[in-house]
Each structure stands twice: as structure tokens, then as C-alpha cells.
Nanobody, 115 residues
Framework: QVHVVESGGGLVQAGGSLKLACAAS??????MAWYRQAPGKQRDMVAG????????YPDSSVEGRFTISRDNTKSTVYLQMNSLKPEDTAVYYC??????????WGQGTQVTVSS
């Protein structure tokens, strides 16, 4: 059975840092990604990474501030978030996709940035 579990969220002051972790198990995942969704907003991808370590940052607002990485087992993905801003406040979700296209979501972890 596939499990996707996020951790590392919390309350941080503007300008601070957090590191999120996503542990995925039960399958082989070709790509993993972080999405975020604020109340009243759509869920958007923040960063993604392939099994080969190729990264993508669709949201230009995080460029230079957020870094996605994946460990050697390819089952855990991290999101290092620096220079956090209040507009980064959201629930952050981990998405894990298998080679044949199935997607699995974690429950999300709350990130709150105070000003």
C-alpha cells in the first residue's frame, strides 16, 4: 500500500527558514513534487524532481529561495525554504507519481509565515 507523509511544517517569522520532508513508500516513484494551496487559492506546483535528479520550479516567486532535493533511495523528497514571506503561507502537499502515471498525495503540512 502506498503511503505519502509530509512533515516539517510550522510557524516561522518572515525571513526565516523551514525544511519540509516527504516520505513515500509502497511503490517506485518516477517524479515527486511539492504543491501548495492557500485558502481560496488553487493548488499549484512549487517544485518537482525526477528520479534522475532533474528539478523544476514552475513558480518564479520561489526561485532562489526554495530548493527541492531527493535522497539516494528516491523515496524521500525535501523542500528547503529560505527567506520565507507571508505569501508563502499555505498547506504544502507532497505528490508522488509512478512510472505508469498514478499519482498519490500526502495529507499536507501547514506552513505559516508571520510578518
Amino acid at each position: 500500500q502506498v503511503h505519502v507523509v509530509e512533515s516539517g511544517g510550522g510557524l516561522v517569522q518572515a525571513g526565516g527558514s523551514l525544511k519540509l520532508a516527504c516520505a513515500a513508500s509502497g511503490s517506485i516513484f518516477s517524479t515527486m513534487a511539492w504543491y501548495r494551496q492557500a485558502p481560496g487559492k488553487q493548488r499549484d506546483m512549487v517544485a518537482g524532481i525526477t528520479s534522475d535528479g532533474i528539478t523544476l520550479y514552475p513558480d518564479s516567486s520561489v526561485e532562489g529561495r526554495f530548493t527541492i532535493s531527493r535522497d539516494n533511495t528516491k523515496s524521500t523528497v525535501y523542500l528547503q525554504m529560505n527567506s520565507l514571506k507571508p505569501e508563502d503561507t499555505a498547506v504544502y502537499y507532497c505528490n508522488a507519481r509512478t512510472r505508469d502515471g498514478y499519482e498519490y498525495w500526502g495529507q499536507g503540512t501547514q506552513v505559516t509565515v508571520s510578518s
